[in-house]
């Protein structure tokens, strides 16, 4: 139970990103498809979500470095 209420809450979160926020659009796209992933809530569905979700923060990441640098 409570590992479906922790995925059903990442995959929210990712449903934000992808409709809203300060990510470009490969970073919404990715965060669309982990979302529909997670929602599935069985096992191979959540890693393939969690794992398109991590793409995403490090694509995020990749292009903010390139455009901010310190």
């Given at each position: ?15 934000a ?30 890693v393939?979500?969690?794992?398109v ?18």
């Open positions: 139970m409570l590992l479906m209420t922790a995925v059903s809450a990442v995959a929210v979160a990712a449903l990103v992808a409709t809203g926020g300060a990510a470009a659009w490969p970073e919404r796209v990715l965060a669309a498809v982990a979302a529909v992933l997670l929602l599935f809530l069985e096992p191979v569905p959540i393939a979500g969690l794992a979700l991590a793409v995403a923060a490090a694509v995020h990441l990749v292009r903010r470095r390139r455009r901010d640098p310190r």
